[in-house]
């Protein structure tokens, strides 16, 4: 049951879409006591997905940058100012369709990395929390 979520719930952070949430809801409902490890369990495989992706993209950073010579103008202004404040836009990696490109985007800007997992991290609980809260109740919860 675990591992089934790590892993449904880490494919879903990469370009592969997956519904992570229709599994963890599905576990939560067939095992409220395991709340907390279910949340535990799909928050991590969902950050280590995106983390992943964030990851590749460092990777591939400086062959885009080449690419993007032309516009080295344009680059050369926003690169310190993602740096400095596009870790907080991880804290929206857990939206549909664009979630799953802010990581790609932190890696190919090369955003802090420590905050950026932070974010990361922080958002895709938040989510997993939610979907928990409003499937048992919140007072269930805590």
Request: hydrophobic letters at 55%; charged letters at 15%.
């Amino acid at each position: 049951m675990f591992f089934t979520l790590f892993l449904v719930a880490f494919v879903s952070a990469t370009l592969w879409p997956m519904a992570s949430e229709v599994v963890f809801v599905g576990l939560v409902s067939q095992n409220p006591d395991a709340v907390w490890w279910l949340l535990l369990i799909a928050t991590l495989g969902n950050s280590a997905g995106a983390w992943l992706m964030y990851e590749c993209a460092g990777w591939f950073s400086q062959w885009t940058q080449q690419k993007l010579s032309a516009r080295r103008e344009a680059f050369d202004y926003w690169l310190p100012k993602v740096r400095t404040f596009g870790p907080l836009a991880m804290l929206l990696a857990w939206l549909p369709l664009i979630g799953d490109l802010l990581p790609i985007a932190g890696g190919l800007l090369k955003t802090r990395r420590l905050p950026t997992v932070l974010c990361l991290t922080l958002g895709k609980g938040a989510r997993y929390a939610i979907l928990a809260g409003a499937y048992l109740g919140y007072d269930r919860l805590v």
